[in-house]
């Protein structure tokens, strides 16, 4: 009699992915996929300097191109208000460059025409006179006295900084400093990245002059975000904007920002009075999108003899490029840096935090974090493993005893975080287990017998994950919210939507698992859409792991909503009160009496056909969630590496993985994330970087140039679980896409840097190519920045 | 029968040369009239109407782009689609047949090797290239065998599954 949950899909349950049927057959639908009759296409002519003025722009050629509809420049767009945008860190951004270009690979010009060649032919008619100026290639260039300034566009703006910000007890943390025994010091560079989904940005814009109706279909994790965006700065009525995100071919953050090239799509439909559609070559994607990181990490740690952390100063300097970009929660300007140290029992901490502007691509993204939670939990391992060594101390041990106990939580971190909930230690243990910690010594002196050097890095960490609540997080003033809406049908089949917009996370597949865990309506009956701002409750959009934490909450508060309902409807029907009515997975019934119930699909029938008298027919609501805290998933990444001190080449040897995201909904889909994740995050420790010359020519504006691992290099993972529910979300989850790539690069570098111990080098900055590894064996020294520009030092 | 891209537009400029091929595209053989420089992923995609072929990187790197060409897995981003006249291309819709699926297709489903779907139809390509030769490969072979084709959301570990899951069937179909 009774469900059983796993069979119909519910939580806990590894079901196969819904949307899996149409991507194996080659039907997805992504933006590029999409056909509108009479469609134009958009080219962007992009700048080859980094810094310079617009003397002139000569388009003639191209307007005689045939097949060419319309040439749009900075000029024209100014003409309309549209020159410069809104970012969402509360700056401006050039659409198409009117003054100076400010990066290489900057909008500057746009051709539509009738296919994607003439418009590209037509790009390379175009004329400009540039005068080229000094480019500023990192922030040392950028604060120097004697700099150009970068944004002489912006009234007031005072050389290249971006801001000073600050967070912490300044007071308390210096006297920390002096009461210590031992103080530690690491000074890093994580290296500029890109999320680079395989699938780049683009939109299809359809402007129809009869009814008023703008439809954009685009790459946007956001879709609610860009219209209100739009209806914003284009002064169109919100009402007329509809933003249709269809397939996602990956975001990881890069399609959260809206990009010059989606507003002058729009123009151009508006323009033409024809759809207009824009699809970004892999270049414009990897030259002018968001990109993630580069910021130079400084700090120390003060601590007493036996191990105990006291305090901790972090200082960071972040490279912004030429405008400020950064989507992130507009309270904070270095995102969640702040979260550093969470998982550890600090007293104190203070943060100082700059940011310059550079002639470089805008748009530091999360790649696949929760604003800046990366370079956070990056430097933090690295400084926790630089302490032990300091205090020679084993680097397990030394986290063992400053964790944060499990009876601790709730607890407030040294920068004001409160974390809710873990078992930092169990996790600890079974990842040593797993690696072979004990039998490490042994085996590393084995290796070292065939001229190999073996070493082992852990990395142990909570993060924030799942925007917001809405006291602290907003963007641009949009609370950080997120929301569901659940139909159910008469026959007891449902839709469910939500304001989340899923990006191959699978949750097509997942929410509906949610739901069949409330309802007890197996997942296959659910039908679940999202991405239409037209049918889909307004949400904030799917990054920063927040679609569980927030979405999915909103999806089981939805659900009891409708239940609330069905259990007046299971009364009316089994001629008894409210108040006497049990539930159990899919069914209402009469206490003392189980066998004599209905199920929920007769309560659905029941709301549209014998509804008792005074109710309102129909069973459907729709909830919005606000979630009380941020959920705290905990992670335990080791890597055990070995090098050949010949080349500086080093390969993984085990890989263990330790995931704690509380309450698992689907396991399959969880253990994909962290594969995923982890992959990141060996491409960031390898290879996957993205640097300029001193001219400020990109290098990593291709796949030449910008190396992804393949199925070749990327090591295997082993995957463990441990389960804490995260206490205020309903069904106990916590976010947990984003925790392999942020803990885990310090897994591989802690590992190389514990092979290194003994070679007098105490950190090379990523990527850890052969070359630098090398270097660092033969010279002994470390190898700080990033190549082939370096910076500081 | 279509030009360029999707819309017969204005007439193209003269010297533009047009020319009429014939490709043999999942054992039928369609028609188009092409520029000399279209690429064939967009013969595939605009003429013929086979977005399952997925443009990424348009420098052969990332292998979304992959059909099998006579059989052998090619990127089709750079390649010009006259240079398929009167060849055999097999693209992703021409792997299952009206009742069934291919064993690709399912291991790909079953052993969670897909997340955002935009590599999978290049990635199950270039699988059905290894296990037309290879119906018995180890993991190092099937590493080998994807590793033009990349892939940003799985790390790989459950596409190799898949293949190895497919290969299992396929071997059991044989016997």
Redesign the interface.
Known sequence: MKLDEVKIGGMGASR??V??????????N?V??I?L???L?MEILRSPLAHARIKSIDTSAAWD???VRLVLTGEMMAARNLAWMPTLSYDTAAVLATDKVRFQGQEVCAVIA????IAKDACGKIVVEYEVLPPIVNPVQAAAPDAVQIRDDKAGQVGNKVFDWEIGDKARTDKAFADADVVSKIELHYPRTHP????TCGSLADYDRATGKLTVYMTSQAPHIVRAAVAMVAELPEQNIRIVTP??????GNKVPIYPGYVIAILASILTEKPVKWIE???GNLTSTGFGRDVYLKGEMAMRKDGKILGVRMNTISDHGAFFADAQPSKFKIGLMHSAFAAYDIPTAHMFATGYYTNKAPGGVAYRCSFRVTEAMFFQERMVQAAADDLGMDQAEFRRINFVKDEQHPHRTAFGFLTDSGQYEKCLDIGLEAIGYKNFAAEKAEAAKRGRLLGIGISTMTEPLGAGNSREYDILGIKMFDSAELRIHMSGKALLRTGSRG????HETTWAQIVAHELGIPADDILVEEGDTDTAPFGMGTYASRSTPVAGAAIAMVARKVRAKARKLAAHLLEVSEEDIEWELGRFYVRGNQERGVTIQECAMAAYSNMPDGMEPGLENVAYYDPPNLTWPFACYIAKVEIDPETGVWDVLQFVAVDDCGVRINP??V??QI??????AYAMANMQYQTYDEEGNIIGG???DFL?P???E?P??ELYEVVTPCPHHPIGAKGVGECATVGGPAAFVNAVMDALKDKGVRNIDMPLMPNRVYEALTTGKDVYGMPPVRSGN | MSSLYEEIKSAPASDIPVRQITVNVNGEPRTANVEPRLLLVHLLRQAFKLTGTHSGCDTTNCGACTVLFDGRPIKSCTMLAVQAEGHNVETVEGLASASELNPIQEGFKQEHALQCGFCTPGMMMAAKALLEENLNPTEDEIRWALSGNLCRCTGYQNIVKAVLWAAEKMRAELN
Request: no cysteine.
């Open positions: 196969r992915r949307e899996d049927n149409r991507f194996i057959r080659g039907k997805g992504y590029d996929d056909v009759p009479g469609m296409h191109m045939p097949g009738d296919d994607p060649y680079s989904p395989m699938e397939d996602i071919g990956g975001g990881f070559d892999k270049t990006q191959g996370t699978g399959m889909i253990e994909g594969m995923g994740g982890l992959t990141e291709n796949y030449m992804l393949t199925a070749w990327t295997g993972f």
